[in-house]
C-alpha cells in the first residue's frame, strides 16, 4: 500500500501556473504507475495526467490541452503535476492515486484502476 498527501493547491489568478506535489511513502512507490486527477462539484472524477513506474512514459488526454504536465522523483518519493494558463473552470480538488500493479506497462486513466488514494488539494482559480 502506499500513502499519498497532495499539496500546493490554493488561490490563483486565471493564467498563472501552479505545481501540485504528491508525497508518497511505502516501499513500492518506485514501482507503481502514478497518475493525477481532479474531480470539481457535481462532477465525476477526471483524468489529468499519469506516468509510469520508471518515469519514462508519460500520458495526457488531448482534452487537456498539454496544460498539465506530470513527473516524479523515485528518490526522494515524489509526483508532481505543472499546470500553466490556469483557467477558472481548473477549480477542483486535484488527487494523486497510485496502481498498485508492479511495473505496470499501461497508464490507466479510470479512477477504478487506482488503488491508493491521497485526500486531495483544493485549487481555486479566479478571473
Known amino acids: 500500500q502506499v500513502q499519498l498527501v497532495e499539496s500546493g493547491g490554493g488561490l490563483v489568478q486565471a493564467g498563472d501556473a501552479l505545481r501540485l506535489s504528491c508525497a508518497a511513502s511505502g516501499s513500492t512507490f518506485s514501482e507503481n504507475t502514478m497518475a493525477w486527477f481532479r474531480q470539481a462539484p457535481g462532477k465525476e472524477r477526471e483524468f489529468l495526467a499519469g506516468?509510469?513506474?520508471?518515469?519514462?512514459?508519460?500520458s495526457s488526454p488531448s482534452s487537456m490541452e498539454g496544460r498539465f504536465t506530470i513527473s516524479r522523483d523515485n528518490a526522494k518519493n515524489m509526483v508532481y503535476l505543472y499546470i500553466h494558463s490556469l483557467k477558472p473552470e481548473d477549480t477542483a480538488a486535484y488527487y494523486c492515486?497510485?496502481?498498485?500493479?508492479?511495473?505496470?506497462?499501461?497508464?490507466?486513466?479510470?479512477?477504478?484502476?487506482?488503488?491508493?488514494w491521497g485526500p486531495g488539494t483544493q485549487v481555486t482559480v479566479v478571473s
Open positions: 492515486a497510485a496502481d498498485r500493479r508492479a511495473f505496470s506497462s499501461l497508464i490507466y486513466n479510470r479512477p477504478d484502476e487506482y488503488d491508493d
Open positions: 506516468i509510469s513506474w520508471g518515469g519514462g512514459r508519460s
